[in-house]
Each structure stands twice: as structure tokens, then as C-alpha cells.
């Protein structure tokens, strides 16, 4: 059994940080990519940050230079720097966790995010 634990969302005025946690625990292993997803009422879900095993990122294009993404291989965790928060920024983020071709994916419970004064 797998479980993402999520930490970190909350309310935030525009142009504050936030920072979100992930930590992967039990029968995981070899994980490929750690990354974190959104989706905001009335919209798809689409992904906003990840990270590979040796290190490579991608970001949401409204994200860049705004949002870092960090992941410990050891400790199974992923984390999300969000910096200069927008209202659009607002969301439910999902920490999700993939193996190498999509052999696995697990999805945590998700933590909201808002941003407004």
C-alpha cells in the first residue's frame, strides 16, 4: 500500500509564498518522477511542476520563475516553492508520484490553495 501525505496549502494574499510538501511511504520504489498537479473549479486538472529521478524539470509556462519544484530520492518527498501567488494560482494541488513508463501512479488526497485579499 501506498500512501502521499500532502502538507503546506492555505490562504494567501496575492503576491505571497507558499511552500507543499509530499512524502511517499510503503511499497514504492524506483520512483520515476515526482511532480504536483492543480485543478481549479470548472477546470481540468493540469500539471504545474515535476521533477525526474536525475534531476529534470518542467514547469507550467505560468508558473516559470515563480515556482520551484525539489525532490529527495532518499526520503521519497517532493516539495513546492511558490512564490508571487496569483488569484489564479488558486486550486486544489495534487502531489503525484509515477514509476518509469507510467508502470505506476499514485495520487495524494490533495490541499487547497487560495489566493486572495
Known amino acids: 500500500q501506498v500512501q502521499l501525505v500532502e502538507s503546506g496549502g492555505g490562504l494567501v494574499q496575492p503576491g505571497g509564498s507558499l511552500r507543499l510538501s509530499c512524502a511517499a511511504s510503503g511499497n514504492i520504489f524506483n520512483i520515476y518522477a515526482m511532480g504536483w498537479y492543480r485543478q481549479a473549479p470548472g477546470k481540468q486538472r493540469e500539471l504545474v511542476a515535476v521533477q525526474t529521478r536525475g534531476g529534470n524539470t518542467n514547469y507550467l509556462d505560468s508558473v516559470k520563475g515563480r515556482f520551484t519544484i525539489s525532490r529527495d530520492n532518499v526520503k521519497n518527498t517532493v516539495t513546492l516553492q511558490m512564490n508571487s501567488l496569483k488569484p489564479e494560482d488558486t486550486a486544489v494541488y495534487y502531489c503525484?508520484?509515477?514509476?518509469?513508463?507510467?508502470?505506476?501512479?499514485?495520487w495524494g488526497q490533495g490541499t487547497q490553495v487560495t489566493v486572495s485579499a
Open positions: 503525484n508520484v509515477r514509476g518509469t513508463n507510467y508502470q505506476y501512479s499514485y
